[in-house]
């Protein structure tokens, strides 16, 4: 079980991880939900019963520890109030400057730079 639980974590996180290094601005959102989720999944993981014996339990009942799922509770209300801000930052993005690629923002950030004087000596 502990090995099916690594595999899915190291996929979810190389998947975002790739997510996170795209040009447009919600693959970039994606990728940083996709990272919050194996984290938690990562957390779940060293829940799991086979890491050894609880203290006053009955036999046969399988235990798993609570603060480790609190933890992950922890992190699961944190990544959806980051993947909220970054949806918001997105949607005002593309409002404001029509476009969700980054080489395109950076473009239209330069052209308004120049317009407006900024950045020029004197």
Do not use: W, Y
């Not at 203290?55 to 046969?60: D, I, L």
């Not at 609190?70 to 400057?97: D, E, N, P, W």
Request: aromatic content about 4%.
């Amino acid at each position: 079980m502990i090995l099916i639980a690594s595999l899915v974590v190291g996929l979810l996180f190389a998947c975002g991880v790739r997510m996170v290094l795209e040009r447009e601005l919600v693959r970039v959102a994606c990728g940083t939900v996709l990272l919050t989720n194996s984290s938690v999944l990562l957390i779940l993981a060293g829940s799991f019963p086979e890491r050894g014996e609880a203290v006053n339990v009955q036999p046969g009942f399988p235990v798993t520890d609570p603060v480790l799922q609190s933890l992950a509770l922890t992190a699961i209300v944190i990544g959806f109030a980051v993947s909220a801000l970054l949806l918001t930052l997105v949607h005002r993005t593309q409002r404001a400057h029509g476009s969700l690629r980054t080489d395109r923002l950076v473009e239209a950030e330069l052209k308004r730079a120049h317009d407006t004087g900024e950045g020029t000596p004197g």
